[in-house]
């Protein structure tokens, strides 16, 4: 049979920004920004993204359209049968690894969607909302159903195929996502005090800015952009011959930091609104879960509609946000067993939701009735999430670049860029020169501050 392809190249583009835009935009990059000096550290972070995340994405997005095949298969036709064909083996496992836990967000997501639109945060006072969260993600029953519906929606558009379902569903959901965060972006920023959130989220603050707001920026860039687990390079296997790869990954990069800021126009003026400090606002599952709820139906009008729709459409537009990384994430396994052990897309593709939904639902438990399950201290989501997060990810990328930048071969890699020749490449000898020295090196660097060795300087 043959292969399928992305149909335009709008909808390749689209459905790499799917993966890239996910829950980080949403919140980790706004507190991180405002807690780090606001508009400094956006430029630090736009470096981060053009010397480091850049050349990694237009790698794989390479590797991927030139071989035509799954990661693994990827990287195994690329290294020639040497030792880096394991590159790609591990990022279908970091994957899949992170597509177990990053579900369960997906069905909180849901949830609280839900609960939105029932207005069930009406008169619920302020120190009320942790018990709320504590309750919900403790209990079997509720969670888990969230969890299979939202892996039913993923596994849904997989069936579907590359082009009526990742493209069709991504040129869907992007501008809808698109047009929500406008809305949402707008609504807040009418607020009454609302440019004290916005000068806490713009105002550039050089002193804040330190070794580790370098090394948060650049991993925070890496996890936004999706690299090093296998989504980029899986999604550009269906890329057509004359997709631009470099032009693709700038488009992929700006949406992505667009909507970033945006997400920070959304959460700040709301809650410099109410007047919360936004440092004890938190950051993570917290702040979007716990401190967000109470801060919408305050700063909105308790129980009102404005309060209720405003809040509706943000948790969905979570939900949207983590649906299209979640897709990106499953395609990656998906693509794999379906080529690697020859197997329909269908069967390959149940597979792989049949293994989602086994170690989901323990995530999904580790919070309530496995909470009990623990390896030095965390639970089994954490698990997931800290081998995936400070291992893997940035071993992969470093692999990535180090592959990229020393052993593929030169002529290849600039055949490609340039689409044989047609296309001008004046970035060329820069972008070798991060893959070669600077990606690895800052990578390690991220790599070492994740282990925790750099401690002593916070
Ligand atoms: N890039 C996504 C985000 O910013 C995270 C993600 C992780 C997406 C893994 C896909 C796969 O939230």
Same mark, same amino acid.
């Given at each position: 049979?043959?292969?399928?392809?992305?149909?335009?190249?709008?909808?390749?583009?689209?459905?790499?920004?799917?993966?890239?835009?996910?829950?980080?935009?949403?919140?980790?990059?706004?507190?991180?920004?405002?807690?780090?000096?606001?508009?400094?550290?956006?430029?630090?972070?736009?470096?981060?993204?053009?010397?480091?995340?850049?050349?990694?994405?237009?790698?794989?997005?390479?590797?991927?359209?030139?071989?035509?095949?799954? &990661?693994?298969?990827?990287?195994?036709?690329?290294?020639?049968?040497?030792?880096?064909?394991?590159?790609?083996?591990?990022?279908?496992?970091?994957?899949?690894?992170?597509?177990?836990?990053?579900?369960?967000?997906?069905?909180?997501?849901?949830?609280?969607?839900?609960?939105s639109v029932t207005n069930a945060f009406y008169g619920v006072p302020a120190q009320q909302y942790e018990n709320i969260f504590g309750d919900f993600v403790s209990s079997?029953?509720?969670?888990?159903?969230?969890?299979?519906?939202?892996?039913?929606?993923?596994?849904?558009?997989?069936t579907r195929g590359v082009q009526s379902g990742i493209e069709k569903s991504a040129k869907l959901m992007m501008p809808t996502l698109f047009v929500i965060t406008i809305?949402?972006?707008?609504?807040?920023?009418?607020?009454?005090?609302?440019?004290?959130?916005?000068?806490?989220?713009?105002?550039?603050?050089?002193?804040?800015?330190?070794?580790?707001?370098?090394?948060?920026?650049?991993?925070?860039?890496?996890?936004?952009?999706?690299?090093?687990?296998?989504?980029?390079?899986?999604?550009?296997?269906?890329?057509?011959?004359?997709?631009?790869?470099?032009?693709?990954?700038?488009?992929?990069?700006?949406?992505?930091?667009?909507?970033?800021?945006?997400?920070?126009?959304?959460?700040?003026?709301?809650?410099?609104?109410?007047?919360?400090?936004?440092?004890?606002?938190?950051?993570?599952?917290?702040?979007?879960?716990?401190?967000?709820?109470?801060?919408?139906?305050?700063?909105?009008?308790?129980?009102?509609?404005?309060?209720?729709?405003?809040?509706?459409?943000?948790?969905?537009?979570?939900?949207?946000?983590?649906? &299209?990384?979640?897709?990106?994430?499953?395609?990656?396994?998906?693509?794999?067993?379906?080529?690697?052990?020859?197997?329909?897309?269908?069967?390959?593709?149940?597979?792989?939701?049949?293994?989602?939904?086994?170690?989901?639902?323990?995530?999904?438990?580790?919070?309530?009735?496995?909470?009990?399950? &623990?390896?030095?201290?965390?639970?089994?989501?954490?698990?997931?999430?800290?081998?995936?997060?400070?291992?893997? @990810?940035?071993?992969?990328?470093?692999?990535?670049?180090?592959?990229?930048?020393?052993?593929?071969?030169?002529?290849?890699?600039?055949?490609?860029?340039?689409?044989?020749?047609?296309?001008?490449?004046?970035?060329?000898?820069?972008?070798?020169?991060? @893959?070669?020295?600077?990606?690895?090196?800052?990578?390690?660097?991220?790599?070492?501050?994740?282990?925790?060795?750099?401690?002593?300087?916070?």
């Amino acid at each position: 049979m043959g292969r399928e392809n992305f149909g335009s190249k709008l909808g390749a583009v689209l459905a790499a920004a799917g993966s890239a835009v996910g829950l980080g935009n949403v919140w980790r990059f706004p507190i991180e920004t405002g807690q780090n000096g606001g508009a400094a550290f956006i430029i630090i972070y736009v470096l981060c993204i053009i010397i480091l995340g850049l050349p990694i994405m237009i790698s794989e997005f390479l590797i991927g359209r030139y071989t035509h095949a799954n &990661t693994a298969g990827a990287f195994r036709i690329v290294s020639n049968g040497s030792p880096w064909k394991w590159v790609g083996r591990m990022g279908v496992f970091t994957g899949w690894f992170i597509l177990c836990y990053y579900v369960v967000v997906g069905a909180w997501t849901l949830h609280y969607t839900y609960l939105s639109v029932t207005n069930a945060f009406y008169g619920v006072p302020a120190q009320q909302y942790e018990n709320i969260f504590g309750d919900f993600v403790s209990s079997s029953w509720m969670p888990t159903l969230w969890l299979f519906l939202f892996i039913g929606v993923i596994h849904f558009v997989i069936t579907r195929g590359v082009q009526s379902g990742i493209e069709k569903s991504a040129k869907l959901m992007m501008p809808t996502l698109f047009v929500i965060t406008i809305f949402l972006a707008v609504c807040s920023i009418m607020l009454p005090g609302a440019s004290k959130g916005v000068e806490f989220l713009l105002k550039p603050d050089w002193s804040k800015v330190d070794s580790t707001t370098i090394l948060e920026a650049m991993g925070q860039a890496f996890y936004s952009l999706s690299l090093a687990m296998g989504c980029l390079c899986t999604y550009a296997s269906y890329f057509e011959k004359n997709t631009p790869l470099a032009k693709s990954a700038v488009n992929v990069a700006l949406i992505d930091t667009l909507i970033a800021i945006m997400a920070g126009f959304i959460i700040f003026p709301s809650i410099f609104n109410i007047g919360m400090d936004p440092n004890e606002a938190g950051v993570g599952a917290s702040l979007t879960f716990v401190s967000l709820p109470n801060v919408f139906q305050q700063a909105l009008g308790d129980g009102s509609v404005l309060a209720v729709v405003f809040s509706a459409m943000f948790y969905f537009l979570l939900f949207v946000a983590a649906l &299209t990384s979640a897709i990106s994430l499953h395609e990656v396994a998906t693509a794999y067993v379906t080529e690697e052990f020859n197997m329909s897309r269908k069967k390959g593709a149940t597979l792989v939701t049949a293994t989602i939904l086994v170690l989901g639902t323990l995530c999904s438990l580790s919070f309530g009735p496995l909470s009990g399950v &623990t390896l030095f201290d965390r639970n089994i989501f954490e698990i997931f999430d800290d081998f995936s997060g400070r291992i893997l @990810l940035p071993l992969g990328g470093m692999l990535i670049s180090i592959f990229a930048g020393w052993v593929l071969d030169r002529r290849l890699y600039h055949n490609e860029i340039s689409n044989q020749g047609n296309l001008k490449t004046p970035y060329f000898r820069m972008l070798v020169f991060s @893959l070669r020295y600077i990606a690895p090196l800052a990578i390690g660097l991220v790599f070492l501050d994740q282990l925790g060795a750099f401690s002593f300087l916070k």
